[in-house]
């Protein structure tokens, strides 16, 4: 009979007793195959892996199939089929990381462990994996061990590690020494600020459903999460549709590469997310609400379920409204609002088929808003000032401030909030960027301003973000920087439609001949044309924005592409490969039946 072991044991367990414990994960989630999520995260936990056996046993416990359940433990990165080591070792791999220099940590782990990344040891004491983003790019090169993260590190941080690890020193206890910090750079006026608690719920409690929406749509309060929908006409239209349920989501997914202001609010501004939530409920007239927490900010769970905990029992949530946390598992789609209401219901985060918008029909059918961390506080605090005062700050279009999370080659990273209509020139100077040359504005998806765009302003009516500046100084690639992004997209494409799961990887192919020489001036056409397919027949917001690394440097750093682009003189193409095309020949000769080439052996 197969033996397991349950995580931090070194006691194996026999079939029968780890099918009681399985059982015992599925009852205490109500054997709920909407709870999905949350069963895999204790079944991943207590064994490191997510079996066949486990998830057959899992799905004849919920009611569901083992296809379903296999489903959701492939798509999601946290999930594995493989047993993994009793300390998982996710390093962060995004540009402003690898810039940083993640690659010398990298290798420090791997000599140190004598596994290479995507490997486990033997004995099972380590994996080593890479991933996206864990919103530490202010502090980067930075890693995630089991649900701990640690910052700021170098090779010889990565040497100590393993060797405290191994000595079996608590990882808590070594984690004291690379400690996440929340870098608020500067606070303004409506977020950040010493706020009073609960005014804006108290005042709300006062108001009708109808007049809370007014409010808020007379504040001109759009959206923080990037898109930059109006809040007040999203409430309005879930509050208008006819249905007996309706359901409040925070996404707390905050996925973006170089995004990392959310995970301040949710550290230091827990109560006022809650509260704006439950001014929300009031508002649609709904019951339930999630907060869904990216996987990698796990280590915020306690603090936010004790917040919550203390205001369910002051009666702050009211007699009817409920919040109750949801943990991903690694998966950037699920900062897709419909993608994110998908894995809440015990399903892979694929985006949904609009219409109809989850305001008509979003969690289980029913009408479902969904704002981000930072929308939610801004809600509270228009409730406890008013409209007027929050219209006062920013501009016509923009109301209010912004939180953003600044990285790269600057001196001071951080989150700054500053009011809408910001140019970059003062954020340079705020951050006290050096010598740069470039800067993402608003995460991969949005766009790579070069110096002669500098003037611009960070605001709907120039240049809308989510959040996330990345600042690039002159001794930075920007190729590689594009290439990079494109690499993110591939990687974190859902595989639902053609152009995304496929037009990425062409862009990222031809991007890669250019940084290598090898491009024609055709390859640029080809660029422009691809992308703009992509972006009209993908089926998401990730496809629709994925092309503009590409796009966005190809307009702002012509000369760039210029100078890597060539001809030869004589016509040739400078990207012909002769050898390439050789083996390519031979290959296809290979395969012809009626061609003989006696240097291939026979099969």
Request: some cysteine.
């Amino acid at each position: 009979m197969a033996t397991y072991e349950v995580q931090n044991s070194n006691t194996p367990l026999n079939g029968r007793v780890r099918e009681q414990i399985l059982e015992e994960i599925c009852t205490n989630f109500d054997n709920d195959k909407h709870r999905l999520m949350d069963i895999l995260i204790e079944t991943q936990r207590r064994f490191r892996t997510i079996d066949s056996h486990a998830m057959a046993f899992i799905a004849k416990q919920i009611g569901s199939t083992r296809i379903e359940v296999e489903g959701l433990v492939s798509f999601y990165a946290f999930f594995s089929d493989q047993p993994k080591g009793k300390f998982t070792i996710r390093l962060c791999d995004d540009i402003i990381d690898r810039f940083a220099g993640s690659k010398k940590v990298a290798q420090a782990f791997e000599d140190e462990l004598g596994i290479t990344f995507g490997e486990t040891c033997e004995d099972g004491s380590f994996s080593l994996d890479y991933t996206p983003c864990i919103g530490m790019s202010d502090q980067a090169p930075a890693a995630m061990i089991n649900d701990v993260v640690l910052t700021h590190l170098n090779a010889d941080d990565a040497r100590k590690i393993i060797h405290a690890l191994r000595e079996d020193q608590p990882l808590i206890d070594i984690a004291r020494n690379y400690s996440v910090q929340n870098n608020i750079r500067q606070s303004g006026d409506i977020l950040l600020k010493d706020v009073a608690q609960n005014k804006g719920l108290e005042k709300a409690l006062k108001l009708s459903p109808a007049d809370i929406i007014d409010i808020i749509k007379k504040s001109g309060l759009r959206g923080c999460g990037g898109a930059g929908f109006p809040t007040g006409q999203k409430w309005q239209f879930a509050a208008q549709t006819d249905a007996p349920k309706r359901y409040v989501f925070c996404n707390a997914d905050e996925g973006e590469p170089g995004t990392f202001k959310d995970r301040v609010l949710l550290t230091k501004r827990a109560n006022l997310l809650f509260e704006g939530m439950t001014i929300a409920a009031r508002a649609i007239g709904a019951d339930e609400g999630i907060l869904y927490l990216r996987g990698e900010y796990e280590y915020l769970l306690s603090p936010l379920t004790e917040t919550l905990q203390r205001r369910r029992d002051k009666g702050l949530l009211g007699k009817s409204f409920d919040i109750r946390i949801q943990l991903g598992a690694g998966a950037y789609i699920c900062g897709e609002e419909s993608a994110l209401i998908s894995s809440c219901e015990g399903l892979p985060g694929v985006p949904k088929t609009r219409p109809p918008f989850p305001v008509q029909s979003g969690y289980l059918g029913f009408p479902t808003i969904v704002n981000n961390v930072e929308t939610f506080c801004h809600v509270a605090r228009i409730l406890d000032q008013g409209s007027d005062w929050f219209k006062a700050i920013g501009t016509e279009q923009s109301p209010g401030t912004k939180l953003l999370s600044i990285s790269g080659d600057c001196e001071f990273p951080g989150v700054y909030e500053t009011p809408y209509g910001l140019s970059l020139n003062e954020l340079i100077k705020l951050a006290g960027g050096q010598d740069i040359a470039a800067i993402q504005v608003g995460g991969p998806s949005g766009e790579l301003v070069g110096r002669n765009g500098f003037e611009r302003r960070l605001c709907f009516e120039d240049l809308p973000t989510g959040g996330s500046i990345m600042m690039f100084s002159t001794k930075r690639n920007i190729i590689e920087i594009v290439d990079y992004f494109l690499e993110f997209f591939v990687d974190e494409s859902c595989g639902f439609c053609t152009p995304c799961r496929v037009g990425n990887v062409f862009l990222k192919e031809r991007i890669e001949k250019i940084r290598t020489g090898k491009a024609v001036p055709e390859d640029i056409d080809y660029l422009k044309e691809l992308s703009n397919t992509i972006m009209k027949t993908s089926r998401c917001g990730l496809g629709q924005t994925s092309p503009n690394p590409v796009l966005s440097s190809l307009k702002n750093f012509p000369l760039i592409y210029a100078a890597l682009v060539k001809e030869n003189e004589d016509g040739f193409k400078t990207n012909f490969d002769i050898q390439n095309a050789l083996e390519e020949s031979r290959r296809l000769a290979k395969h012809r039946s009626y061609i003989y080439d006696p240097d291939f052996e026979q099969e």
